[in-house]
Protein backbone atom coordinates (compact mmCIF):
# COMPACT_ATOMS: atom_id res chain seq x y z
CA UNK A 1 0.00 0.00 0.00
CA UNK A 2 2.94 2.25 -0.54
CA UNK A 3 1.92 3.66 -3.64
CA UNK A 4 -1.65 5.51 -1.80
CA UNK A 5 -1.87 8.02 -4.99
CA UNK A 6 -3.24 4.63 -6.76
CA UNK A 7 -4.67 3.36 -3.67
CA UNK A 8 -6.47 6.34 -3.34
CA UNK A 9 -7.70 6.40 -7.66
CA UNK A 10 -8.41 2.30 -7.01
CA UNK A 11 -11.27 3.44 -4.31
CA UNK A 12 -12.56 5.71 -6.74
CA UNK A 13 -13.07 3.95 -9.65
CA UNK A 14 -14.79 1.47 -7.24
CA UNK A 15 -17.08 3.72 -5.21
CA UNK A 16 -17.56 6.37 -7.73
CA UNK A 17 -18.44 4.58 -11.14
CA UNK A 18 -21.61 4.74 -12.88
CA UNK A 19 -22.62 1.29 -12.36
CA UNK A 20 -21.74 1.84 -8.26
CA UNK A 21 -24.38 -0.71 -6.43
CA UNK A 22 -24.08 -0.09 -2.72
CA UNK A 23 -25.43 -3.67 -1.61
CA UNK A 24 -23.06 -5.38 -3.61
CA UNK A 25 -20.22 -2.72 -2.54
CA UNK A 26 -20.79 -3.55 1.37
CA UNK A 27 -22.36 -6.86 1.06
CA UNK A 28 -22.71 -9.17 -1.38
CA UNK A 29 -19.02 -8.96 -2.93
CA UNK A 30 -17.58 -10.22 0.64
CA UNK A 31 -17.18 -14.38 1.61
CA UNK A 32 -21.17 -15.14 2.94
CA UNK A 33 -19.07 -17.05 5.57
CA UNK A 34 -17.35 -13.99 6.76
CA UNK A 35 -18.49 -12.22 10.14
CA UNK A 36 -19.53 -8.42 9.40
CA UNK A 37 -21.20 -8.25 12.74
CA UNK A 38 -20.46 -9.27 16.53
CA UNK A 39 -23.38 -7.94 18.33
CA UNK A 40 -22.56 -8.01 22.22
CA UNK A 41 -25.49 -7.28 24.77
CA UNK A 42 -24.94 -5.79 28.22
CA UNK A 43 -24.69 -9.52 29.65
CA UNK A 44 -21.37 -9.97 27.18
CA UNK A 45 -23.38 -12.45 25.52
CA UNK A 46 -23.25 -12.39 21.89
CA UNK A 47 -24.42 -13.33 18.64
CA UNK A 48 -22.05 -13.11 14.60
CA UNK A 49 -23.91 -11.32 11.91
CA UNK A 50 -22.37 -13.03 8.72
CA UNK A 51 -22.34 -11.36 5.48
CA UNK A 52 -24.59 -13.81 4.02
CA UNK A 53 -27.18 -13.91 6.62
CA UNK A 54 -27.16 -9.76 6.13
CA UNK A 55 -27.02 -10.26 2.56
CA UNK A 56 -30.53 -12.66 3.25
CA UNK A 57 -32.57 -10.62 5.14
CA UNK A 58 -31.83 -7.22 3.63
CA UNK A 59 -32.94 -8.92 0.44
CA UNK A 60 -36.52 -9.65 2.27
CA UNK A 61 -36.37 -6.20 4.22
CA UNK A 62 -35.69 -4.36 0.77
CA UNK A 63 -38.52 -5.98 -0.23
CA UNK A 64 -40.65 -5.04 2.10
CA UNK A 65 -39.39 -1.22 1.65
CA UNK A 66 -40.47 -1.19 -1.79
CA UNK A 67 -43.92 -2.94 -0.50
CA UNK A 68 -44.64 0.17 1.58
CA UNK A 69 -44.20 2.31 -1.68
CA UNK A 70 -39.94 3.23 -1.00
CA UNK A 71 -38.37 3.56 -4.14
CA UNK A 72 -34.94 4.85 -5.03
CA UNK A 73 -33.91 7.98 -3.94
CA UNK A 74 -36.68 7.76 -1.15
CA UNK A 75 -35.72 8.34 2.49
CA UNK A 76 -36.18 5.83 5.50
CA UNK A 77 -35.25 6.98 8.89
CA UNK A 78 -33.94 5.02 11.65
CA UNK A 79 -34.65 5.90 15.62
CA UNK A 80 -32.23 2.39 16.93
CA UNK A 81 -30.24 1.54 19.27
CA UNK A 82 -27.03 -0.17 18.28
CA UNK A 83 -27.99 -3.72 17.13
CA UNK A 84 -28.60 -6.43 14.75
CA UNK A 85 -31.79 -5.24 13.81
CA UNK A 86 -30.26 -1.57 12.81
CA UNK A 87 -27.88 -3.28 10.89
CA UNK A 88 -30.14 -5.05 8.49
CA UNK A 89 -32.61 -1.97 8.36
CA UNK A 90 -29.99 -0.11 6.92
CA UNK A 91 -28.63 -2.77 4.46
CA UNK A 92 -32.60 -3.36 3.24
CA UNK A 93 -32.22 0.76 2.45
CA UNK A 94 -29.20 0.90 0.47
CA UNK A 95 -30.12 -2.56 -1.82
CA UNK A 96 -33.20 -0.92 -2.62
CA UNK A 97 -31.44 2.53 -3.56
CA UNK A 98 -32.94 4.28 -1.08
CA UNK A 99 -31.60 7.21 1.69
CA UNK A 100 -30.83 6.28 5.08
CA UNK A 101 -31.87 9.28 7.66
CA UNK A 102 -30.18 8.45 11.14
CA UNK A 103 -32.24 9.37 14.26
CA UNK A 104 -29.81 9.33 17.64
CA UNK A 105 -31.90 7.49 20.22
CA UNK A 106 -31.43 10.34 22.72
CA UNK A 107 -32.97 13.03 20.74
CA UNK A 108 -36.85 14.12 21.76
CA UNK A 109 -39.53 14.86 19.04
CA UNK A 110 -38.32 18.53 18.02
CA UNK A 111 -34.91 17.22 17.29
CA UNK A 112 -36.77 14.28 15.48
CA UNK A 113 -39.51 16.13 13.61
CA UNK A 114 -36.80 18.81 12.29
CA UNK A 115 -34.82 15.83 10.30
CA UNK A 116 -38.13 13.54 9.03
CA UNK A 117 -39.29 17.14 7.73
CA UNK A 118 -36.09 18.38 6.17
CA UNK A 119 -35.85 14.61 4.34
CA UNK A 120 -39.33 13.80 3.67
CA UNK A 121 -38.88 10.62 5.10
CA UNK A 122 -41.53 7.95 3.51
CA UNK A 123 -40.95 5.46 6.72
CA UNK A 124 -39.54 5.20 10.19
CA UNK A 125 -38.40 2.21 11.74
CA UNK A 126 -38.06 2.28 15.06
CA UNK A 127 -37.13 0.21 18.33
CA UNK A 128 -40.34 -0.78 20.18
CA UNK A 129 -38.71 1.43 23.39
CA UNK A 130 -38.49 4.80 21.15
CA UNK A 131 -41.98 4.39 19.65
CA UNK A 132 -43.75 7.09 22.18
CA UNK A 133 -41.29 9.74 20.99
CA UNK A 134 -42.94 9.78 17.69
CA UNK A 135 -45.44 12.36 18.47
CA UNK A 136 -47.07 12.98 15.18
CA UNK A 137 -45.29 11.76 11.37
CA UNK A 138 -47.13 11.11 8.46
CA UNK A 139 -44.38 8.41 7.71
CA UNK A 140 -45.14 4.97 8.04
CA UNK A 141 -43.88 3.33 11.30
CA UNK A 142 -42.26 -0.03 11.38
CA UNK A 143 -41.41 -1.17 15.16
CA UNK A 144 -38.37 -3.74 15.76
CA UNK A 145 -37.64 -5.13 19.22
CA UNK A 146 -41.04 -6.10 20.08
CA UNK A 147 -44.99 -5.89 19.52
CA UNK A 148 -46.80 -2.38 17.91
CA UNK A 149 -48.58 -0.36 20.12
CA UNK A 150 -50.04 1.41 17.66
CA UNK A 151 -52.89 -0.10 15.66
CA UNK A 152 -51.08 1.13 12.26
CA UNK A 153 -47.78 0.18 12.69
CA UNK A 154 -45.58 -2.73 11.46
CA UNK A 155 -44.00 -5.19 13.34
CA UNK A 156 -40.26 -5.36 11.73
CA UNK A 157 -39.80 -9.17 12.12
CA UNK A 158 -42.84 -9.99 10.98
CA UNK A 159 -42.65 -8.15 7.42
CA UNK A 160 -39.30 -9.50 6.79
CA UNK A 161 -40.18 -12.83 7.26
CA UNK A 162 -42.99 -12.42 5.06
CA UNK A 163 -40.93 -11.75 2.05
CA UNK A 164 -38.88 -13.20 0.04
CA UNK A 165 -35.30 -13.44 -1.33
CA UNK A 166 -32.93 -12.34 -4.01
CA UNK A 167 -34.68 -8.82 -4.09
CA UNK A 168 -32.54 -7.23 -7.23
CA UNK A 169 -30.20 -4.95 -5.71
CA UNK A 170 -30.48 -1.12 -6.91
CA UNK A 171 -27.41 0.20 -9.39
CA UNK A 172 -27.72 3.96 -8.43
CA UNK A 173 -24.03 5.42 -9.43
CA UNK A 174 -21.20 6.77 -7.41
CA UNK A 175 -22.84 10.04 -7.16
CA UNK A 176 -26.25 8.76 -5.79
CA UNK A 177 -27.20 9.65 -1.74
CA UNK A 178 -26.67 6.71 0.13
CA UNK A 179 -27.22 8.86 3.31
CA UNK A 180 -28.66 12.17 4.41
CA UNK A 181 -26.93 13.05 7.91
CA UNK A 182 -27.36 16.11 9.64
CA UNK A 183 -24.72 18.04 11.75
CA UNK A 184 -24.47 18.52 15.38
CA UNK A 185 -26.04 22.00 15.41
CA UNK A 186 -23.14 22.62 17.75
CA UNK A 187 -23.28 26.10 15.66
CA UNK A 188 -26.74 26.23 14.88
CA UNK A 189 -29.71 24.73 13.35
CA UNK A 190 -28.86 21.41 12.12
CA UNK A 191 -28.01 21.33 8.80
CA UNK A 192 -28.86 17.90 5.83
CA UNK A 193 -25.61 16.37 4.73
CA UNK A 194 -25.95 14.41 1.41
CA UNK A 195 -23.82 11.61 1.29
CA UNK A 196 -22.74 9.68 -1.70
CA UNK A 197 -22.05 6.52 -2.24
CA UNK A 198 -18.57 7.63 -3.37
CA UNK A 199 -17.90 9.06 -0.30
CA UNK A 200 -17.32 5.00 0.76
CA UNK A 201 -13.63 5.46 -0.80
CA UNK A 202 -13.13 7.82 1.83
CA UNK A 203 -14.56 5.70 4.39
CA UNK A 204 -12.45 2.77 3.86
CA UNK A 205 -9.15 4.87 2.55
CA UNK A 206 -10.00 6.04 6.72
CA UNK A 207 -10.18 2.36 7.64
CA UNK A 208 -7.43 1.36 6.16
CA UNK A 209 -5.24 3.97 6.76
CA UNK A 210 -6.07 5.98 9.78
CA UNK A 211 -7.47 3.11 11.56
CA UNK A 212 -5.56 0.54 10.19
CA UNK A 213 -7.52 -2.12 10.87
CA UNK A 214 -6.84 -5.23 9.30
CA UNK A 215 -8.20 -8.69 8.69
CA UNK A 216 -6.78 -10.16 12.13
CA UNK A 217 -8.13 -7.40 13.87
CA UNK A 218 -10.85 -7.56 16.34
CA UNK A 219 -12.28 -4.06 15.86
CA UNK A 220 -14.66 -1.77 18.12
CA UNK A 221 -15.89 1.86 17.43
CA UNK A 222 -17.60 2.63 20.06
CA UNK A 223 -19.18 5.78 18.47
CA UNK A 224 -23.02 5.36 17.91
CA UNK A 225 -24.43 5.03 14.72
CA UNK A 226 -26.57 7.93 14.93
CA UNK A 227 -23.99 10.15 14.53
CA UNK A 228 -21.44 10.32 11.38
CA UNK A 229 -18.67 8.92 13.13
CA UNK A 230 -20.38 5.76 14.14
CA UNK A 231 -22.26 5.60 11.07
CA UNK A 232 -19.32 6.01 8.82
CA UNK A 233 -16.56 3.86 10.76
CA UNK A 234 -18.37 1.50 12.77
CA UNK A 235 -20.66 0.72 10.27
CA UNK A 236 -20.09 1.95 6.71
CA UNK A 237 -16.12 1.88 6.45
CA UNK A 238 -15.96 -1.67 7.57
CA UNK A 239 -18.43 -2.92 5.57
CA UNK A 240 -16.63 -1.62 2.44
CA UNK A 241 -12.99 -2.81 3.91
CA UNK A 242 -14.80 -5.86 4.45
CA UNK A 243 -13.88 -6.60 8.17
CA UNK A 244 -15.63 -7.43 11.32
CA UNK A 245 -16.88 -5.31 13.32
CA UNK A 246 -18.37 -5.20 16.84
CA UNK A 247 -21.94 -3.64 17.94
CA UNK A 248 -22.55 -2.82 21.41
CA UNK A 249 -26.23 -3.44 22.29
CA UNK A 250 -25.91 -1.10 25.57
CA UNK A 251 -25.64 2.45 26.19
CA UNK A 252 -22.03 3.55 27.34
CA UNK A 253 -20.40 3.09 30.89
CA UNK A 254 -16.37 2.92 31.65
CA UNK A 255 -16.90 -0.77 33.16
CA UNK A 256 -18.92 -2.04 30.61
CA UNK A 257 -16.01 -0.87 28.05
CA UNK A 258 -13.01 -2.34 29.60
CA UNK A 259 -14.83 -5.89 30.29
CA UNK A 260 -15.79 -5.57 26.29
CA UNK A 261 -12.28 -4.74 25.50
CA UNK A 262 -10.95 -7.76 27.63
CA UNK A 263 -13.85 -10.12 26.99
CA UNK A 264 -13.68 -9.87 23.16
CA UNK A 265 -10.17 -9.54 22.97
CA UNK A 266 -10.14 -5.88 21.23
CA UNK A 267 -6.89 -4.94 19.29
CA UNK A 268 -8.46 -2.26 17.47
CA UNK A 269 -10.25 0.63 19.51
CA UNK A 270 -11.68 3.82 18.30
CA UNK A 271 -13.75 6.25 20.90
CA UNK A 272 -14.64 9.76 21.44
CA UNK A 273 -12.05 11.51 23.75
CA UNK A 274 -14.96 11.70 26.46
CA UNK A 275 -15.33 7.96 26.45
CA UNK A 276 -11.22 7.63 27.12
CA UNK A 277 -11.59 10.48 29.72
CA UNK A 278 -14.29 8.44 31.67
CA UNK A 279 -12.33 5.38 31.50
CA UNK A 280 -9.30 7.29 33.03
CA UNK A 281 -11.69 8.10 36.03
CA UNK A 282 -12.10 4.99 36.49
CA UNK A 283 -8.84 3.26 37.17
CA UNK A 284 -10.69 0.50 39.72
CA UNK A 285 -12.37 -0.68 36.82
CA UNK A 286 -9.43 -1.45 34.49
CA UNK A 287 -8.64 -5.01 34.01
CA UNK A 288 -4.71 -5.92 33.75
CA UNK A 289 -2.99 -7.51 30.50
CA UNK A 290 -4.96 -4.75 27.83
CA UNK A 291 -2.40 -4.88 25.50
CA UNK A 292 -4.72 -2.99 22.60
CA UNK A 293 -2.78 -2.40 18.84
CA UNK A 294 -4.35 0.45 17.98
CA UNK A 295 -6.57 2.67 19.41
CA UNK A 296 -8.21 6.21 17.85
CA UNK A 297 -9.96 9.15 18.93
CA UNK A 298 -12.06 11.42 17.08
CA UNK A 299 -14.88 14.03 17.66
CA UNK A 300 -13.15 16.59 20.40
CA UNK A 301 -9.83 17.04 20.48
CA UNK A 302 -7.84 14.66 22.89
CA UNK A 303 -6.30 16.18 25.50
CA UNK A 304 -2.76 14.98 26.07
CA UNK A 305 -2.81 12.92 29.54
CA UNK A 306 -5.04 10.49 27.72
CA UNK A 307 -2.25 9.62 26.07
CA UNK A 308 -0.14 8.99 28.71
CA UNK A 309 -2.84 6.91 30.94
CA UNK A 310 -3.29 5.10 27.57
CA UNK A 311 0.23 3.75 27.17
CA UNK A 312 0.08 2.43 30.78
CA UNK A 313 -3.34 0.88 30.68
CA UNK A 314 -4.12 0.01 27.12
CA UNK A 315 -1.10 -0.71 26.18
CA UNK A 316 -1.01 1.93 23.40
CA UNK A 317 -1.24 5.26 22.50
CA UNK A 318 -4.18 7.18 21.20
CA UNK A 319 -4.15 8.45 18.65
CA UNK A 320 -6.28 11.79 17.88
CA UNK A 321 -8.14 12.23 14.10
CA UNK A 322 -10.19 14.91 12.67
CA UNK A 323 -12.93 15.71 10.75
CA UNK A 324 -16.25 16.32 10.47
CA UNK A 325 -19.80 15.35 9.08
CA UNK A 326 -19.78 17.10 6.34
CA UNK A 327 -16.04 15.39 4.90
CA UNK A 328 -15.62 12.31 7.32
CA UNK A 329 -11.97 11.96 8.31
CA UNK A 330 -9.60 14.29 6.86
CA UNK A 331 -6.30 15.22 9.11
CA UNK A 332 -5.26 12.36 11.15
CA UNK A 333 -2.39 10.76 13.32
CA UNK A 334 -2.72 7.75 11.12
CA UNK A 335 -1.86 4.34 12.37
CA UNK A 336 -1.16 2.52 8.88
CA UNK A 337 3.05 2.07 8.29
CA UNK A 338 2.92 3.11 5.46
CA UNK A 339 1.72 6.13 6.88
CA UNK A 340 2.28 6.60 10.13
CA UNK A 341 4.57 9.30 11.47
CA UNK A 342 5.50 10.07 15.45
CA UNK A 343 3.00 11.80 17.38
CA UNK A 344 3.65 14.55 18.29
CA UNK A 345 1.89 15.71 21.29
CA UNK A 346 -1.15 18.39 21.25
CA UNK A 347 -1.10 17.31 17.34
CA UNK A 348 -3.81 16.20 15.18
CA UNK A 349 -1.73 14.79 12.69
CA UNK A 350 -1.36 15.38 8.80
CA UNK A 351 -4.00 15.32 6.11
CA UNK A 352 -4.82 11.34 4.57
CA UNK A 353 -3.72 10.23 1.52
CA UNK A 354 -6.39 11.82 -1.41
CA UNK A 355 -6.71 15.07 0.82
CA UNK A 356 -5.36 18.69 0.93
CA UNK A 357 -5.94 20.80 4.33
CA UNK A 358 -4.42 24.35 5.11
CA UNK A 359 -4.85 27.10 7.35
CA UNK A 360 -5.59 30.27 5.92
CA UNK A 361 -4.87 34.24 7.62
CA UNK A 362 -8.10 35.54 8.93
CA UNK A 363 -8.23 38.05 6.88
CA UNK A 364 -8.37 36.00 2.88
CA UNK A 365 -7.56 32.81 1.56
CA UNK A 366 -3.69 32.52 1.17
CA UNK A 367 -2.01 30.35 3.92
CA UNK A 368 -0.94 32.20 7.33
CA UNK A 369 2.69 31.79 8.61
CA UNK A 370 3.77 28.36 10.50
CA UNK A 371 2.96 28.87 14.00
CA UNK A 372 -0.18 31.13 13.47
CA UNK A 373 -3.79 30.69 14.37
CA UNK A 374 -5.82 30.96 11.56
CA UNK A 375 -8.72 28.96 9.72
CA UNK A 376 -8.66 25.19 8.70
CA UNK A 377 -9.73 24.53 5.39
CA UNK A 378 -9.94 21.79 2.51
CA UNK A 379 -8.50 22.18 -0.73
CA UNK A 380 -11.18 20.86 -2.37
CA UNK A 381 -9.13 21.43 -6.14
CA UNK A 382 -6.45 18.95 -4.55
CA UNK A 383 -8.76 16.33 -2.70
CA UNK A 384 -10.20 13.94 -4.42
CA UNK A 385 -11.49 11.66 -1.54
CA UNK A 386 -13.32 15.39 -1.30
CA UNK A 387 -17.30 13.97 -1.49
CA UNK A 388 -19.26 17.59 -0.04
CA UNK A 389 -21.13 19.29 -2.11
CA UNK A 390 -22.98 21.05 -0.19
CA UNK A 391 -26.38 21.27 2.60
CA UNK A 392 -29.77 19.73 1.53
CA UNK A 393 -31.71 22.66 0.24
CA UNK A 394 -29.51 25.58 2.10
CA UNK A 395 -27.91 27.27 -1.09
CA UNK A 396 -26.32 30.05 1.42
CA UNK A 397 -25.26 28.48 4.09
CA UNK A 398 -23.29 26.15 1.70
CA UNK A 399 -21.85 29.54 0.11
CA UNK A 400 -20.81 30.04 3.75
CA UNK A 401 -18.82 27.22 4.25
CA UNK A 402 -16.84 27.91 0.25
CA UNK A 403 -14.30 30.33 -0.66
CA UNK A 404 -15.91 32.54 -4.27
CA UNK A 405 -14.02 30.42 -6.31
CA UNK A 406 -15.08 27.24 -4.38
CA UNK A 407 -11.47 26.19 -4.02
CA UNK A 408 -11.49 26.62 0.01
CA UNK A 409 -13.72 24.61 2.00
CA UNK A 410 -13.76 26.44 5.67
CA UNK A 411 -14.35 24.10 8.00
CA UNK A 412 -15.72 26.80 10.65
CA UNK A 413 -12.51 25.73 13.09
CA UNK A 414 -9.31 27.85 13.95
CA UNK A 415 -6.15 25.90 14.23
CA UNK A 416 -2.19 26.39 13.30
CA UNK A 417 0.61 24.06 11.16
CA UNK A 418 3.77 24.11 13.01
CA UNK A 419 7.02 24.22 10.98
CA UNK A 420 7.11 20.28 10.27
CA UNK A 421 3.62 20.02 9.01
CA UNK A 422 1.45 19.17 11.90
CA UNK A 423 -1.65 20.68 12.04
CA UNK A 424 -3.06 21.91 15.77
CA UNK A 425 -6.89 22.36 16.59
CA UNK A 426 -7.69 25.46 18.45
CA UNK A 427 -11.35 25.94 18.65
CA UNK A 428 -14.70 26.83 16.74
CA UNK A 429 -14.03 29.72 15.08
CA UNK A 430 -16.99 31.33 17.14
CA UNK A 431 -15.16 29.57 20.20
CA UNK A 432 -11.58 31.27 19.76
CA UNK A 433 -11.20 34.06 23.02
CA UNK A 434 -9.69 37.65 21.71
CA UNK A 435 -8.16 39.50 25.14
CA UNK A 436 -5.85 42.37 24.67
CA UNK A 437 -4.93 41.39 21.34
CA UNK A 438 -3.96 38.13 21.84
CA UNK A 439 -5.81 34.89 20.03
CA UNK A 440 -6.93 32.08 22.50
CA UNK A 441 -7.80 28.80 21.73
CA UNK A 442 -10.06 27.00 24.40
CA UNK A 443 -8.67 23.48 23.90
CA UNK A 444 -5.09 24.88 24.18
CA UNK A 445 -6.35 26.01 27.96
CA UNK A 446 -8.44 23.01 28.03
CA UNK A 447 -5.45 20.39 27.56
CA UNK A 448 -3.37 22.26 30.38
CA UNK A 449 -6.34 21.88 33.03
CA UNK A 450 -7.53 18.32 31.90
CA UNK A 451 -3.03 17.52 33.34
CA UNK A 452 -4.05 18.31 36.76
CA UNK A 453 -4.86 15.45 38.77
CA UNK A 454 -8.18 16.68 40.20
CA UNK A 455 -9.56 17.59 36.86
CA UNK A 456 -11.72 14.69 34.96
CA UNK A 457 -12.41 17.77 31.98
CA UNK A 458 -12.95 21.66 31.63
CA UNK A 459 -14.63 24.20 29.03
CA UNK A 460 -13.20 27.94 28.24
CA UNK A 461 -15.20 30.65 27.20
CA UNK A 462 -14.59 34.36 26.92
CA UNK A 463 -16.43 36.83 28.48
CA UNK A 464 -16.35 40.37 27.71
CA UNK A 465 -13.98 42.63 30.13
CA UNK A 466 -14.24 46.38 30.13
CA UNK A 467 -9.94 46.78 29.75
CA UNK A 468 -8.79 43.47 27.67
CA UNK A 469 -11.83 42.88 25.72
CA UNK A 470 -12.28 39.70 27.10
CA UNK A 471 -11.14 37.55 29.50
CA UNK A 472 -10.95 33.74 30.05
CA UNK A 473 -13.70 31.79 32.13
CA UNK A 474 -13.68 27.95 33.13
CA UNK A 475 -16.33 25.11 34.26
CA UNK A 476 -14.42 22.40 35.89
CA UNK A 477 -15.83 19.33 36.24
CA UNK A 478 -14.01 17.48 39.14
CA UNK A 479 -12.55 13.63 39.89
CA UNK A 480 -15.15 11.99 42.60
CA UNK A 481 -14.80 13.05 46.03
CA UNK A 482 -12.89 16.09 45.27
CA UNK A 483 -14.31 19.64 46.71
CA UNK A 484 -13.86 22.97 45.02
CA UNK A 485 -12.70 25.44 46.85
CA UNK A 486 -10.89 28.45 46.80
CA UNK A 487 -7.16 26.73 47.10
CA UNK A 488 -7.83 24.70 44.61
CA UNK A 489 -9.25 27.67 42.37
CA UNK A 490 -5.88 29.52 43.04
CA UNK A 491 -4.40 26.27 42.33
CA UNK A 492 -5.77 25.39 39.03
CA UNK A 493 -5.00 29.12 38.12
CA UNK A 494 -1.66 28.81 38.89
CA UNK A 495 -1.34 25.33 37.06
CA UNK A 496 -1.99 27.13 33.91
CA UNK A 497 0.56 30.29 34.33
CA UNK A 498 3.08 27.79 34.51
CA UNK A 499 2.47 25.13 32.02
CA UNK A 500 0.92 27.32 29.50
CA UNK A 501 1.21 30.98 29.52
CA UNK A 502 1.22 33.88 32.07
CA UNK A 503 -1.73 35.71 30.59
CA UNK A 504 -4.11 32.92 29.73
CA UNK A 505 -5.39 31.17 32.89
CA UNK A 506 -8.61 31.58 33.87
CA UNK A 507 -10.06 34.58 35.76
CA UNK A 508 -12.71 32.57 37.15
CA UNK A 509 -13.18 29.09 37.30
CA UNK A 510 -16.87 27.46 38.04
CA UNK A 511 -16.74 23.58 39.50
CA UNK A 512 -19.85 21.81 37.60
CA UNK A 513 -20.90 18.46 37.59
CA UNK A 514 -21.32 18.24 33.66
CA UNK A 515 -20.93 19.84 30.50
CA UNK A 516 -23.15 20.84 28.43
CA UNK A 517 -22.92 18.80 25.55
CA UNK A 518 -24.54 17.49 22.23
CA UNK A 519 -25.37 13.83 22.13
CA UNK A 520 -22.57 13.54 19.97
CA UNK A 521 -20.28 14.20 22.61
CA UNK A 522 -19.15 17.85 22.00
CA UNK A 523 -18.67 20.31 24.07
CA UNK A 524 -21.58 22.89 23.39
CA UNK A 525 -19.09 26.46 24.57
CA UNK A 526 -21.82 28.39 23.01
CA UNK A 527 -24.49 27.10 25.93
CA UNK A 528 -22.12 28.53 28.84
CA UNK A 529 -21.75 31.49 26.74
CA UNK A 530 -25.20 32.18 27.01
CA UNK A 531 -25.82 31.20 30.35
CA UNK A 532 -23.07 33.28 31.64
CA UNK A 533 -24.58 36.14 29.81
CA UNK A 534 -28.07 35.62 31.34
CA UNK A 535 -26.62 35.93 34.62
CA UNK A 536 -24.32 39.35 34.22
Not at 226 to 253: C, T
Request: glycine share 8%.
Amino acid sequence: MSETTGYVDELLALYGSPQACAAELLCDRHDPAAVAFTVIDPDLTSVDLTYGELRRRSEQGAAALAGLGVGAGDAVATLMGKSADLVVTLLSIWRLGAVHVPLFTAFAWPAIELRLTASAAKVVVTDANQRAKLEATDATVVVAGGSPSVAADLALTALLDAQQTNHPAAVVGGDAPLVMIFTSGTTGTPKGVPVPVRALASFRAYVELGLDVTADDVFWNAADPGWAYGLYYAILGPLAAGRRSLILHAGFSPELSFAVLQTFGVTNFAAAPTVYRAMRAKPESAPAGLRLRRASSAGEPLTPEVIDWAREVLGTEVRDHYGQTEHGMVVVNAWHGDVRRPLRRGSMGHPLPGWSAAVLADDGFEPAPAGTMGRVAIDAAASPLMWFRGYHDAPEKTAERFSPDRRWYLTGDAGSIDADGHYYFSSRDDDVIIMAGYRIGPFDVESVLATHPDVVESAVIGVPDQIRGEVLEAFVVLRDGVAGDDELVAELQRWVKDKFAAHAFPRSLHFVDALPKTPSGKVQRFVLRAERAGAR
